[in-house]
Every structure is written in structure tokens, then in C-alpha cells.
Nanobody, 124 residues
Framework: QVQLVESGGGSAQAGGSLTLSCGTS????????MGWFRQAPGKEREGVAS????????DYADSVKGRFTISRDDAKNMVYLQMDSLKPEDTAMYYC?????????????????RGQGTQVTVSS
């Protein structure tokens, strides 16, 4: 079972920024695609961003492209999501995941391969 711990969630004003962090004690998990998906109350899960191991190739949902940046630090077993120009519609629980990139972007990550989530709330 993947052990992933998110941090950095909180509240922000529209147009503001937040940085989410995700850490794992299992360095082998960093060999996988890692990323973030989110779920807002009453809405379906949505893949947000993913980043491949080795190449660092990234993928973003159209809704966040140009505003969010995903990065990883394999030496520290960390993945980050820099969120700029936040909008109220970005309000959701954000989950870190280590799984196939397609699973992350389709938000079909199994529970054992994701963290417990961190809440992001953006007010207008």
C-alpha cells in the first residue's frame, strides 16, 4: 500500500496562490507516475496533473493548464503542485497519487494508491 501524505491545503482568495506538497517514505513509489486529482462536493473526481518518472513529462487538465505547475524532487521523495491564479471552482479536496498516469488523469486511482487528501478552498 502506498503511503502518501499531503500538506499545504488551506484557504485563498481568488487570484491567489497555494502550494501543495506530497511526501512518501517509500522511495520506490517515486519510480511511478505521480500526480494529483481532486473532488469537489457533489461533483465527480477530476484528474488535475501528473508527472512521469525519469523524463519528468507533465500533463494537465485543461481547467488548470497555465495556472498550475506540478514538479517532483526524487531525492526528497516529494511531489508538489503550485497553484496560481486560483478560482473559486478550484475549491475541492486534493489527493496525491502514485499510479499509472492515465489512472491519475482519469481520476480512477485506487484508494491504496492515494493519500488522505488536503482541502483547498478559494473564495471570490
Amino acid at each position: 500500500q502506498v503511503q502518501l501524505v499531503e500538506s499545504g491545503g488551506g484557504s485563498a482568495q481568488a487570484g491567489g496562490s497555494l502550494t501543495l506538497s506530497c511526501g512518501t517514505s517509500e522511495s520506490t513509489y517515486m519510480r511511478q507516475c505521480m500526480g494529483w486529482f481532486r473532488q469537489a462536493p457533489g461533483k465527480e473526481r477530476e484528474g488535475v496533473a501528473s508527472i512521469r518518472p525519469a523524463t519528468g513529462a507533465t500533463d494537465y487538465a485543461d481547467s488548470v493548464k497555465g495556472r498550475f505547475t506540478i514538479s517532483r524532487d526524487d531525492a526528497k521523495n516529494m511531489v508538489y503542485l503550485q497553484m496560481d491564479s486560483l478560482k473559486p471552482e478550484d475549491t475541492a479536496m486534493y489527493y496525491c497519487a502514485a499510479d499509472a498516469c492515465t489512472s491519475i488523469m482519469r481520476a480512477t486511482v485506487r484508494e491504496a494508491y492515494r493519500g488522505q487528501g488536503t482541502q483547498v478552498t478559494v473564495s471570490s
